[in-house]
């Protein structure tokens, strides 16, 4: 970034504007009747979301822009902003461990949305969520877990219709299976049930413990059961080997926790009231998602554009007065 906006400037409880630092090292104040914060959240400042996503969220990998490093989010709060809550969590995804981003594209390549038709255990060899909810909920789950990190395990039907079977309509489909084995990841592929208790030692779960949790949980699918945790989507067994054997961990693609805003897109202040002149849009809102999530492209531009207004609103509205009061002093000179 080559011009870096510094602080804001506050008059009379107002943001007034930004000091700037350009590329050559000078200084200037930009004043405005409103100043829009969109830098796209603090994903890429592992402090920040250790502190407010969650104790082990800054060791996650960043499959987002490393370049949005709460920028936003700090001027605002200097001047007062309110924030969202800590425990909003975070829009993210499973991803194999031990698997560095080399490329934006492994980004989506190396997201195991797959795992909605799959079975997550922890370090515990105990599953802990209902996985057919969302990848994007169970990557939230995921970090809460001891060590943040588990096993995935798909049959053959999953991994035919979800991972090497396209899994939205019209986009390419990776084998994520043998991507991750390539570039290192932890992966196994097991001939059957029995097959499962082999898992390596070094990677510290309980090989029986994981097959009989497979085990267990096809036999309450079979019969009808309810598992625990429960299944409201894709509640077939997992009974067509081979499996395949992932270990994942969530990624982060950018937090929840962000500066609270009203449906004007004025940033709010502790007490609930808009700090004037102060808007804020997309990723660096706080408060819209609570461990739910829906677009981050719609956060964007719903409030991108209602900021929009809302300044032109403003600029109409004082305007008039001030062109008002200038021509009164000009006919009483
Ligand atoms: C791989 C991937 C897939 C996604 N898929 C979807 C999807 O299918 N649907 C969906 O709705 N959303 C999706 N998203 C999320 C969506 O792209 C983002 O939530 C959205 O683009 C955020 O918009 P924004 O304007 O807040 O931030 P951005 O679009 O990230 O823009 C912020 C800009 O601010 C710049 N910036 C950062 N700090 C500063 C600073 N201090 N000063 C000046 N500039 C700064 C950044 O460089 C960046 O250019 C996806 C994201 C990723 C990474």
Known sequence: METCAERLVVEDGVVAGAELRLADGARMRARAGSTLIATGGFQGDPELRTAHVHPRAGDMQLRSNSSSRGGGYRLATQVGAATGHDDA???????????????????????????????????????????????????????EQPESRGLLIADARGFRDWVVGSYVEGAVAVDKFALAGKRGGRVGLA???????????????????????????????????????????????????????????????????????????????????????????????????HRAYAGGIASALVFGLTAADTATATTTATTTPTAARTRASRATD
């Open 89 to 143: 969590g975070f829009y993210g995804h499973l991803i194999p461990s031990g698997v560095s981003f080399a490329d934006p594209a492994d980004f989506v390549d190396l997201s195991l949305y797959y795992s909605e038709h799959a079975l997550l255990l922890n370090v515990l060899n105990d599953r802990f969520v209902d996985e057919t909810l969302g990848d994007h909920l169970t990557a939230m789950a995921l970090l």
């Open 191 to 289: 001939e059957d049930l029995e097959e499962l208790a082999y898992l390596p030692e070094e990677w510290g779960y309980r090989g029986e413990a994981v097959r009989d949790a497979v085990k267990l949980f096809n036999e309450d699918a079979a019969a009808g059961l309810e598992p625990v945790p429960g299944r409201q989507l894709d509640r077939l067994p997992l009974d067509e080997p081979p499996y395949y054997v992932i270990e994942t961990v969530p990624a982060i693609t950018f937090p929840f926790h962000g500066v609270r805003i009203d449906d004007r897109a004025r940033v709010l202040r502790g007490d609930g009231e808009p700090l004037h002149g102060l808007l804020a849009a997309g990723s660096d809102t706080g408060g819209l998602w």
